[in-house]
């Protein structure tokens, strides 16, 4: 249990920030469990700290570590003389602020950044246009509304946007949250009578960021008071933005007169990160943990982990967790071990499934992806059996060339780059490649 506790700092202080790590992680004591782990606190203040702020995210740090969940409870040992707590702030009557306070509604992610976004042809318009409204907020693209699927980086956009806004003017009243606490919060407001104060707290902000909008589906009060805030915000020249994992059109429950005021702004989606982008991703992550990842191993991670950052982090934190278990440096070998598990899961060694899907899909013949036919039609089906060759299969480009009629892996780069081109502008190939990538991971599991 040591170990995995030792494994497990690195990444909590990653978390939780250096701060709350140096006075709250970091004098946890250890000790071993029959049902799980045992974390020892010196009293019951420190207690009852930890299981309101920390204890879910040590429960799944540890369980990430330890590839499977993990009983966490925590125990006092009154003999423990541990560091002094902090004193609680005093009180700063006498000095007076010489300006405001900022007006924050909700948390914001502090490493959430425009600096640690990952840009590609993937993101690049919602990216821009976050930047463009940063540079002038209620001005240019009011509202902005950003849209992908899960895991995709909205969330971190949106935050970074709220980091820009707040250092570019730190008086600004901010609002930044999710539907679902946009909605407890007027539950709690109507069950409290206080509904005047709810429309004073937000209607009077600089800017509103509502993550996840389309939890608004189906909640008609939440609907109908939105709508009065929305209208109240743009009519004053206020900043809107907001996140969905669909379009606005595309959200079933939606009143048509919400869907009418978001379409009035810029709608930019974001779609899943190419292979290069991944890769970015992966050094990036890397790099913020202090881990040296040698290049190949994170171009295994790009291509085993999926689409999604969060599943990348995923992955990055096992490898990172078996190294750190081990007292070893990261490895391709290492990694390959675990990955295994993932790579169980989803993608197949096999070529030659790749080309049967395809060719089952566009119903041509395995043959005539292998021929040097150039029909605009299959020129496209086997530029697509070749990247899914790559991706899922993991082949590399002159194993790929060599299935394909014996070709030069150079026109196998081509192809793979032209996909990767194609998908981020057309979003049914995109939805296309997805289908493709799960029928053959799953049949691979099988």
């Not at 059109?249 to 974001?270: N, T, V």
């Amino acid at each position: 249990m040591a170990e995995l506790w030792s494994a497990a700092l690195p990444l909590l202080r990653q978390q939780v920030g250096e701060r709350n790590f140096v006075t709250w992680i970091e004098p946890i004591r250890c000790t071993s469990n029959t049902s799980g782990v045992e974390l020892e606190v010196p009293n019951r203040f420190f207690q009852e700290w930890i299981t309101r702020h920390f204890l879910n995210a040590i429960r799944s740090t540890l369980a990430a570590v330890a590839g499977e969940p993990c009983a966490v409870r925590t125990v006092i040992n009154e003999g423990w003389s541990a560091p002094p707590l902090p004193p609680l702030p005093a009180r700063r009557e006498p000095a007076p602020p010489p300006a405001r306070r900022t007006a924050k509604i909700g948390h914001l992610v502090a490493h959430y950044t425009f600096e640690t976004f990952v840009v590609g042809d993937a993101n690049q318009v919602a990216y821009q246009a976050a930047i463009a409204v940063a540079e002038a907020p209620g001005r240019r693209f009011n509202p902005l509304f950003l849209h992908g699927g899960v895991g995709l980086g909205k969330t971190h956009l949106a935050n970074a946007l709220a980091h820009e806004l707040l250092k570019r003017n730190p008086r600004q009243r901010l609002a930044s949250l999710s539907a679902e606490s946009f909605m407890n919060s007027l539950i709690t407001s109507l069950r409290q009578d206080q509904m005047a104060q709810f429309r004073d707290r937000f209607r009077h902000v600089d800017a509103l960021i509502l993550d996840d909008v389309q939890f608004l589906a189906g909640k008609e009060r939440t609907q109908e008071e939105f709508f009065h805030t929305f209208n109240s915000l743009y009519g004053g020249g206020k900043q809107i933005v907001l996140t969905s994992d669909k379009a606005p059109a595309a959200i079933a429950g939606l009143e048509q007169r919400l869907k009418s005021r978001f379409e009035g702004g810029l709608i930019a989606d974001i779609h899943p990160p190419t292979l290069a982008m991944r890769v970015e991703i992966v050094r990036q992550k890397a790099a913020a943990l202090a881990c040296s990842l040698p290049e190949e191993v994170a171009w295994l991670l790009a291509r085993t982990a999926g689409a999604s950052v969060r599943e990348l982090e995923g992955a990055l934190t096992r490898v990172l967790a078996a190294a750190t278990l081990r007292g070893v440096a990261v490895t391709m070998e290492l990694a390959q071990q675990a990955l295994r598990p993932l790579a169980r899961q989803g993608a197949p060694a096999s070529v030659e499934l790749v080309q049967e899907a395809v060719s089952r899909h566009f119903k041509i013949s395995v043959a005539d992806l292998k021929s040097h036919r150039r029909e605009r039609s299959l020129t496209h089906a086997r530029q697509l059996a070749m990247y899914l060759s790559r991706v899922v299969a993991d082949a590399s480009f002159p194993a790929i060339a060599e299935k394909f009629g014996g070709r030069d892996h150079s026109t196998v780069m081509h192809a793979v780059r032209v996909v990767e081109e194609r998908r981020t502008g057309d979003p049914a190939l995109a939805d296309l490649i997805v289908s493709l990538e799960g029928s053959l991971r799953s049949r691979s599991a099988a």
